[in-house]
């Protein structure tokens, strides 16, 4: 889904998130499938999405929902599918979001999103658009089914500008794609776009039938380093590369990544029924829009109001108390385990059947490659065939080949369970609410440790004595940067 630029009022974007909303759990952001209707044939679709759903709300019952939506003061509502323009209503329920107050944008593949279409969806109000883009066109349209469907995005990302409607691309994170994002900077760059997400291939739906795709966990510790690179050549550039839900967790760009450098902003845990808020076109709602629809659907619309489900279902609020009890495997003894609960619901649920425990993580990876192992996830059992369903896959455990000589001898036997293995013992509790206790940049390592550590779990820095060193250095640099600055606006002199 496309991220937030400036709100075009003034302010901070409508998607950001004061402590109020967090403490409060306003609904914020409501992420809409409007039809599950398709025109792209994509091998990783996670709702497998190409005929419509039956029973579809009608326009009279989308109008309801805005109204409901509006009424519980959600700021912005994000229409996806399927292609949501393949409605023949859709301009009038972006006309009703925007009418209503609340920023109305769009997810889309492009494909046949003509400018004809575009000129009338900005007209009815829609401000932002996100445009998936997966890879180099031959890799993306082998991955969207269609032949011309890069060029179809690519195209589509100029057409909207020209209409005023801001655009940002997104790029789901296969095996095959990681070779290739180096040169999807410079595409990207060269096509002028500012705002670039990227998430991981979930295991769900068509991309569960096509597991090849997925990233191993082990590639983590090849994938994170690059995409802090990536970040910083795109800001050089203008260019601003914002990390999904499911990418992290807790290495050592996690400041850089998900804050863009501010020590303050990281992995909170999952949001899903905190502030965000899924809706599948028959009405079923759910605390995010990926989540798998069987075991987290909280009821639909025509049943009841949207208000009351949101307070009451517990498929929707899971994710507003500490979720440390459901944790297992490696994240039940993480260091981190109190302030990121797992990592994405998402993510999990669909690998392994059940949240709490996520290979899927750069911290993990990195504690694993110490004790010279690594994961990889193999398919036990086939998606039966539905909407957002998923199979089953095992977490191996195997030597590290990339991890040097001092292998652990217990790394030899791969297991199924990823119970056999564990980090560090989790740190001592010193807050009521687990995910309110602070952390801070360890100056030696630059990985998160909770405030007060002496000595760093991850790099054995005297945490303390490391912070004046870096306060002195981090104003040397903005020193030095001053006096630059006052000598390149200097006028010259004869």
């Excluded at 998936?132 to 890799?139: F, I, R, T, W």
């Excluded at 079923?284 to 489900?309: F, H, M, Q, W």
């Excluded at 455990?397 to 790394?411: F, Q, S, Y």
């Amino acid at each position: 889904m496309d991220e937030p630029g400036p709100d075009p009022d003034g302010g901070a974007p409508r998607r950001y998130l004061s402590t109020r909303d967090v403490r409060e759990h306003q609904l914020v952001h409501a992420v809409w499938e409007l039809t599950l209707a398709c025109n792209l044939k994509c091998r990783h679709c996670g709702s497998r999405a190409g005929a419509k759903r039956p029973e579809e709300l009608t326009t009279q019952e989308c109008l309801e929902v805005v109204r409901q939506l509006h009424t519980m003061g959600t700021r912005e509502v994000t229409l996806i599918g399927g292609e949501a323009y393949l409605r023949a209503d859709w301009l009038e329920i972006v006309r009703a979001v925007s009418d209503a107050g609340m920023q109305c944008t769009l997810q889309t593949g492009a494909w046949q999103l003509t400018d004809a279409r575009i000129a009338r969806a900005a007209e009815a109000g829609l401000v932002a658009c996100g445009v998936s883009v997966d890879g180099p066109a031959a890799l993306h349209d082998h991955l969207r089914g269609r032949p011309g469907s890069f060029d179809a995005a690519v195209g589509a990302l100029g057409r909207l500008r020209a209409h005023g409607i801001r655009t940002s691309v997104n790029t789901q994170i296969t095996a095959a794609v990681i070779p290739h994002l180096r040169d999807l900077l410079g595409e990207f760059l060269a096509l002028g776009v500012s705002n670039w997400q990227v998430q991981l291939t979930v295991a769900m739906g068509r991309a569960a039938d096509h597991h090849e795709l997925l990233m191993q966990p082990y590639q983590m510790i090849e994938l994170m380093p690059l995409l802090a690179e990536l970040h910083t050549a795109g800001l050089a550039g203008g260019l601003l590369l914002q990390p999904g839900n499911n990418i992290g967790y807790f290495g050592p760009y996690e400041a850089q990544l998900r804050g863009n450098g501010a020590e303050a902003t990281h992995w909170a845990g999952c949001f899903a029924g905190r502030n965000v808020l899924g809706i599948e076109a028959d009405g079923t709602i759910k605390g995010c829009p990926s989540l798998p629809t069987t075991a987290y659907a909280g009821g639909n619309v025509r049943d009841a109001r949207i208000a009351e489900l949101w307070a009451s279902a517990p498929e929707l609020s899971f994710a507003r108390e500490s979720r440390a009890r459901e944790l297992w495997g490696f994240c039940a003894g993480c260091y981190y385990a109190d302030v990121c609960e797992g990592g994405c619901t998402w993510t999990s649920h669909s690998l392994l059947g059940r949240p709490g425990n996520n290979p899927y993580c750069h911290h993990r990876a990195l504690e694993l490659r110490k004790q010279g192992k690594r994961e990889r996830v193999v398919q036990e059992l086939p998606a039966p065939g539905t909407s957002f369903d998923h199979g089953r896959f095992a977490v191996v455990v195997e030597p590290d080949p990339d991890a040097g000589p001092e292998l652990d001898p217990d790394a030899g036997r791969p297991v199924a369970t990823p119970e056999a293995h564990g980090p560090a013992p989790r740190p001592v509790r010193a807050h009521a609410d687990p995910r309110l206790r602070s952390l801070v940049s360890c100056r030696g390592c630059d990985c998160y440790v909770f405030s007060g550590t002496e000595v760093c779990p991850h790099c054995g820095t005297d945490a303390p004595a490391r912070a004046p060193e870096y306060g002195r250095a981090l104003g040397d640099a903005r020193r030095a940067s001053a006096r630059l600055t006052r000598i390149m606006r200097a006028p010259e002199r004869d």
